[in-house]
C-alpha cells in the first residue's frame, strides 16, 4: 500500500462535481474540455482519472499537473514540473489516501483471435452499411475520399444495426466481446445499445488486413465528442500499421487530413485528437522519420509542439493553407491539386520528399 493524495478531494479543489459513489467508478463533466455529456472517468479506489477525449489520464498528482501546464504539456518525468506541483499538493494540505498499486504490465497485450475475428466482422457490417447509406457515403465523396480508397480502407457507417447482426452469429462468445469491447453497450434493464451509432467507422488496419481498433468520427456537427473510440481495447493511431516503420511518416490531428494526405500520396496517419496516449509514444519511438503537421488553429499548433517534446526525433511543421482551417477543407473548397502543392510545399520545407501518388 502506499499513500497519496485523496483523488476526490482534490478534483472538488479545482472544481470538478464528482458525487462519490463509494468505490465504484463514477464520471464527471470534463474539465479539459467544453461539453455537455460526462466524459472524464474517476476511479476512487485505485484513485485515479480518465479523459476519454484525448486518452490521458493519472493519479491525483498527474491532475494537478494537467491543470497547472495544460492536458498533453504535463510531464512527472520533468523535474521542474514535478517539483512545483509537489509544492501545490503541500500547500493544499490534501488528506491522504491509501492507494493499492496498479500492476502495470511491461508489454501491450495482443489482440486475442476471437477479438480479431469480431473487429474484422464488425468492420464489414459498417462497410456494407456505408455503401448502402446515401448521406454518410455522399459525405465521404464530397470531402474527396474515391470509391477505391473507401473500399480498400474499409472504411464504414455505424447505422444503429450491429446488436441485431451480431445476433445471427451462432456462437454467444462474439456477443459478449462485443460488450466488453465497448461496441455494445448494456443498460440497467438489459436493453443493448451501439456506441458508435451514427457515426462513420474508420477501421485501423495494418498491412494484412488485420482490424486492430476501430474509431468513429462523427457524421453530424452535434454530434460530441468529435471522436470516439472503443473503451475496451487500447487506443490506436489510425493509419500506422499501414506502414513500414522506416517510411517518413506525418501525423495529422484530424483523420479527414490523413486520408487527404494518403490520397496525395503521403504515408499519413490521425491519434483523431491532440493528444497521444503514453504507450503510443512507446511505438512511435522505434520510428525515425516522424513529422507533425498541424491545422491552421492555435489548439493545433500547440498540440503538435507537444508531440515534439514527446517525440524529440519528429519535425513539427506547422499547416497555412490560405486562410482554410486545414487540408481536408482546403481540398475541398479549393481543389486537390492547389493542396497538394500546399502539402508537398510544407513537407518539402521540412525535409521530407514523396512523389504524388495514393499511399
Known amino acids: 500500500m502506499e499513500k497519496k493524495p485523496d483523488l476526490l478531494e482534490v478534483l472538488r479543489a479545482y472544481g470538478v462535481e464528482v458525487t462519490s459513489a463509494g468505490d465504484r467508478r463514477v464520471n464527471a463533466i470534463c474539465p479539459f474540455h467544453d461539453e455537455s455529456r460526462p466524459s472524464f472517468s474517476v476511479d476512487p479506489e485505485q484513485g485515479l482519472w480518465f479523459c476519454f477525449h484525448d486518452y490521458i489520464g493519472g493519479d491525483a498528482i498527474d491532475f494537478v499537473g494537467s491543470m497547472e501546464f495544460g492536458l498533453g504539456s504535463w510531464d512527472s518525468r520533468n523535474k521542474g514540473m514535478f517539483k512545483q506541483v509537489l509544492?501545490?499538493?503541500?500547500?493544499?494540505?490534501?488528506?491522504q489516501r491509501k492507494i493499492e498499486p496498479v500492476k502495470k504490465e511491461e508489454?501491450?497485450?495482443?489482440?486475442?483471435?476471437?477479438?480479431?475475428?469480431?473487429?474484422?466482422?464488425?468492420?464489414?457490417?459498417?462497410?456494407?452499411?456505408?455503401?448502402?447509406?446515401?448521406?454518410?457515403?455522399?459525405?465521404?465523396?464530397?470531402?474527396?475520399?474515391?470509391?477505391?480508397?473507401?473500399?480498400?480502407?474499409?472504411?464504414?457507417?455505424?447505422?444503429?444495426?450491429?446488436?441485431?447482426?451480431?445476433?445471427?452469429?451462432?456462437?454467444?462468445?462474439?456477443?459478449?466481446?462485443a460488450v466488453d469491447a465497448g461496441l455494445i453497450y448494456v443498460n440497467?434493464?438489459?436493453?443493448?445499445?451501439?456506441?458508435?451509432?451514427?457515426?462513420?467507422?474508420?477501421?485501423?488496419?495494418?498491412?494484412?488486413?488485420?482490424?486492430?481498433?476501430?474509431?468513429?468520427?462523427?457524421?453530424?456537427?452535434?454530434?460530441?465528442?468529435?471522436?470516439?473510440?472503443?473503451?475496451?481495447?487500447?487506443?490506436?493511431?489510425?493509419?500506422?500499421?499501414?506502414?513500414?516503420?522506416?517510411q517518413p511518416t506525418i501525423i495529422h490531428e484530424s483523420i479527414m487530413d490523413a486520408c487527404t494526405a494518403q490520397l496525395m500520396g503521403v504515408p499519413s496517419v490521425s491519434p483523431c485528437g491532440t493528444g497521444i496516449a503514453?504507450?503510443?509514444?512507446?511505438?512511435?519511438?522505434?520510428?525515425?522519420?516522424?513529422?507533425?503537421?498541424?491545422?491552421?488553429?492555435?489548439?493545433?499548433k500547440r498540440a503538435v509542439k507537444r508531440w515534439k517534446e514527446k517525440?524529440?526525433?519528429?519535425?513539427?511543421?506547422?499547416g497555412s493553407y490560405d486562410g482554410h482551417?486545414?487540408?481536408?477543407?482546403?481540398?475541398?473548397e479549393v481543389g486537390w491539386d492547389a493542396a497538394r502543392k500546399r502539402l508537398f510545399a510544407l513537407l518539402e520545407k521540412a525535409g521530407f520528399e514523396y512523389e504524388y501518388g495514393e499511399k
Open 87 to 95: 509544492s501545490i499538493l503541500k500547500e493544499k494540505n490534501f488528506s
Open 107 to 177: 508489454k501491450k497485450k495482443e489482440l486475442s483471435q476471437n477479438v480479431l475475428f469480431l473487429l474484422g466482422h464488425v468492420t464489414e457490417i459498417y462497410h456494407q452499411n456505408l455503401l448502402k447509406d446515401k448521406e454518410a457515403l455522399g459525405y465521404l465523396q464530397e470531402r474527396g475520399l474515391t470509391e477505391e480508397f473507401i473500399r480498400t480502407r474499409k472504411i464504414g457507417f455505424a447505422n444503429g444495426n450491429l446488436s441485431v447482426m451480431l445476433s445471427l452469429l451462432p456462437e454467444k462468445v462474439y456477443r459478449n466481446l
Open 188 to 246: 440497467e434493464d438489459g436493453r443493448r445499445w451501439e456506441f458508435m451509432k451514427g457515426r462513420i467507422a474508420f477501421p485501423d488496419l495494418d498491412r494484412n488486413g488485420r482490424v486492430l481498433g476501430i474509431i468513429g468520427r462523427r457524421l453530424k456537427h452535434y454530434q460530441n465528442p468529435k471522436y470516439l473510440t472503443l473503451k475496451g481495447l487500447p487506443k490506436v493511431i489510425w493509419g500506422l500499421h499501414r506502414f513500414s516503420r522506416w
Open 278 to 300: 503514453w504507450h503510443l509514444v512507446d511505438e512511435l519511438e522505434k520510428r525515425q522519420y516522424l513529422g507533425f503537421l498541424s491545422q491552421d488553429d492555435d489548439p493545433s
Open 311 to 318: 517525440l524529440p526525433q519528429g519535425r513539427v511543421i506547422i
Open 325 to 332: 482551417k486545414d487540408l481536408s477543407e482546403m481540398a475541398t
